[in-house]
């Protein structure tokens, strides 16, 4: 909080640091703009509005940030007292600043609708559930902010709301709340984008509400010897510089204070005595290179003793989160403990902004919660945020360098993921595009396929509408006798961003059509039973007895027109043999067709192929599986390696390209003549409009030609079935006679051999 004793040209100063001449005169404009406004108004907290928008500016200039950010600090607050404060400060600021205020706004918004939640979550002692509810809030508040500027601005918001209980030092259970908010949210959020100033106060103050008494003595131990700790390290830091110019290096030699926030957790963590705490005496040197860390290493333990056990390579042995640095603990002149850290530049930059696998190690001790893809985008924001401050601080009236960054963090946005909330204030992860209907079915199937309608922050929308980052969203689901069931307009693009929705939607739809396949198969068993008089068949037994395990799938099978009713009617005859039933829908028109014993001999089944290879006696052959050839095709022979002559149609692709690259491989052969009957196997492809009966009138030809199928595949899509059937032949002559009358079935549009 500003102080009252200063003036207001003072506070000008303080807060229009770091700008232009032009850029300082729009931020003074802005505050006397608002100050009649803000006049004996006060915020949530209790906070006058005026004093608290100058203290977050105040926290923003500390940050060195641009003047539409620090315009907008002061701005937002407006939003509160005046619904139409959105359109006058876009029409005096412009729409750049207008969509930051908004922008804080929502932010602001998401705190009010998920204060209660997180206390519900944290009642029901369920940590893991709030854990990763808290983690889904993190992200949430990066991802609702289209421009990045505007967190800064709720964390520096955050932090004067702090100071100001402190300032009072208020007690209470809201002031406790904040602090838990802060601890879960808004000090992890700082410490992701490497706001390190604002990541340790933050830590602190909200420290001192949740622990009170831990807070004070801590403070009074670090109060009672401050004076002296501080001199002992200002000493010791002189005493070291000294040395590493005597050697000609140089370095950057600082004190590292340690936060009270830190100290306990240290303390708690490792179950030390303050007394035994090693880094309360601290320094950092930064060198230029990793060489001269071993050589400013010697030089430490050359001046003080170090403690063995205490010291710890991190460059040649990493972090898991890649953090490098050398520590080592000495004992000083006093006898007492002193800690070093000794970095490069370029280590100490990556410890400090660096990969996102640092929050990792600091808030969750190793816990992977977010993907790689984001923490890049996190990791890029930390870097652009340091390399921000070091421009500032090197270039004077950088105008443009100023443009730049802003342009840069205004598109760091994460948009491949948004964030939603349910009516009870739970935030919802779904891909980017989502629509009420992605978001209905993350909730549960059952609220999918009974979604009727949504509405989105009160209002009723289309299902298809895109959703947004913060929408609250409200699924009307139907009840009562209405139809339940999603629409098949929910496969057409648009309506579903989710693979995993999609695929719910097509699962109610295949399960839809199981039932109508089976109902329909029922009936026509049903109708067969009536026909042959059996209607009191055990169908359990009926099932068995035809190679189904339950009845549904027997009617399935017969719905699918993929089991011929011929079956069921052999199966009801007593005299009917048992190798006479088929047992699938495959092999029930081979076995229907030829019974086994009146079957010629088949190849097969191990016959001979009545092959001659002529000028040679003796030599074994096999008829090839490409074109499966059979007498009186034109054939020819191929000696392949270790398997005798392989024999295939002279019309055969395969072996024309065979004959291309091995022609000596070539041998001459022809059909012989035996007393034996045989059979070859051949293919066949039959396409005709689909229809209930079709595979049984194809089979019964078949039948009547004595043509024996060995194999039956059957696939129907859009009123058409493409059939492929393996069978038996004697010769080609009478596959032709079959597939001539085949042709004349109804709906046969083509019958080949393949």
Request: charged letters at 25%; glycine letters at 6%.
């Amino acid at each position: 909080m500003v102080s009252l004793a200063v003036t207001q040209s003072d506070i000008n100063q303080q807060l229009t640091a770091g700008l232009s001449a032009e850029d300082s005169v729009r931020l003074v404009a802005a505050l006397e703009f608002v100050k009649p406004l803000y006049a004996g108004k006060a915020i949530i907290t209790g906070q006058d509005a005026f004093a608290f928008s100058q203290g977050v500016v105040a926290v923003l200039a500390g940050l060195k940030t641009d003047a539409d950010t620090r315009v907008a600090g002061i701005l937002f607050e407006l939003a509160v007292f005046d619904a139409k404060a959105a359109e006058i400060i876009e029409a005096r600021f412009g729409k750049e600043i207008g969509d930051q205020v908004a922008g804080i706004r929502q932010l602001m918004r998401l705190h009010e609708s998920t204060f209660s939640q997180q206390e519900v979550l944290r009642g029901k002692n369920a940590a893991q559930q709030a854990a990763a509810q808290l983690e889904t809030l993190r992200k949430m508040l990066l991802a609702m902010a289209s421009d990045m500027r505007v967190v800064l601005v709720r964390l520096a918001s955050r932090l004067t709301t702090l100071r100001y209980f402190a300032e009072l030092k208020l007690e209470s259970e809201l002031t406790r709340r904040y602090a838990r908010e802060t601890f879960d949210l808004y000090a992890p959020l700082a410490n992701r984008l490497g706001i390190w100033q604002l990541k340790w106060e933050l830590e602190d103050l909200a420290f001192r509400f949740l622990e009170p008494e831990a807070y004070k003595r801590i403070a009074k131990l670090l109060e009672e010897k401050r004076m002296e700790r501080e001199g002992f390290v200002e000493g010791a830091i002189e005493r070291l510089k000294s040395e590493l110019a005597a050697a000609g290096i140089k370095a950057e030699v600082f004190g590292r204070p340690k936060h009270i926030y830190s100290i306990w957790n240290k303390l708690r963590g490792k179950d030390l005595d303050f007394s035994e705490l090693y880094d309360v005496r601290a320094f950092r040197v930064i060198v230029e290179d990793v060489k001269t860390c071993y050589t400013v290493l010697g030089i430490v333990h050359n001046i003080w003793a170090p403690i063995p056990k205490e010291f710890d390579d991190y460059i040649s042995r990493p972090k898991p989160n890649g953090y490098r640095s050398l520590h080592t603990v000495v004992v000083a002149e006093d006898g007492r403990a002193l800690e070093v850290q000794i970095r490069t530049n370029e280590m100490h930059h990556f410890a400090e902004y660096g990969v996102a696998a640092h929050w990792r190690y600091k808030e969750s001790g190793g816990s992977n919660f977010t993907a790689q893809k984001y923490d890049e985008k996190i990791a890029w924001l930390r870097q652009l945020l340091a390399w921000k401050s070091e421009v500032v601080d090197a270039v004077v009236g950088g105008d443009e360098v100023q443009r730049e960054w802003v342009e840069k963090i205004k598109s760091a946005t994460l948009d491949d993921r948004i964030y939603v909330l349910t009516p009870q204030a739970r935030v919802i992860e779904l891909p980017s595009g989502a629509t009420p209907i992605d978001f209905a079915y993350h909730l549960h199937s059952d609220v999918g396929h009974s979604c009727r309608g949504a509405r989105v922050d009160g209002a009723m929308v289309p299902l298809n509408t895109p959703l947004k980052n913060g929408q609250t969203v409200d699924i009307i689901t139907a009840r009562g006798g209405g139809a339940v069931g999603p629409s098949r307009d929910w496969l057409s693009p648009g309506y579903a961003a989710s693979p995993r929705t999609r695929s719910k939607v097509r699962a109610w739809f295949n399960a839809i059509e199981q039932q109508e396949t089976l109902n329909s198969g029922r009936t026509l068993v049903e109708k067969t039973l009536q026909r042959e008089g059996k209607t009191a068949v055990n169908l359990e037994e009926l099932a068995h007895k035809l190679g189904f395990p339950k009845p549904d799938d027997l009617f399935i099978s017969v719905g699918k027109d993929e089991f011929s009713l011929r079956n069921i009617e052999l199966a009801l005859q007593p005299e009917a043999p048992p190798k006479q039933i088929a047992k699938h829908a495959a092999t029930s028109v081979a076995d229907m067709v030829v019974p086994r014993k009146s079957r010629a001999s088949s190849v097969v089944h191990g016959a001979k192929s009545g092959v001659l290879v002529v000028g040679t006696d003796g030599l074994m052959t096999q008829l090839a599986k490409c074109c499966k050839p059979a007498p009186p095709d034109p054939i020819v022979g191929f000696v392949t390696r270790g398997k005798g002559v392989s024999i295939h149609r002279a019309s055969c692709k395969n072996f024309a390209e065979m004959q291309a690259h091995a022609p000596e491989r070539v041998i001459h052969t022809e059909w012989g003549k035996s007393d034996v009957q045989t059979v070859y196997p051949v293919d066949i492809f039959i396409l005709a409009g689909d229809r209930q009966g079709l595979l049984r009138d194809i089979s019964e030809i078949f039948l009547r030609e004595k043509i024996n199928v060995i194999g039956v595949s059957t696939q129907s899509a859009k009123g058409l079935a493409r059939m492929a059937f393996t069978a038996e032949i004697g010769s080609t002559a009478q596959l032709q006679r079959a597939l001539t009358v085949i042709r004349e079935v109804e709906g046969v549009q083509e019958a080949r051999r393949q």
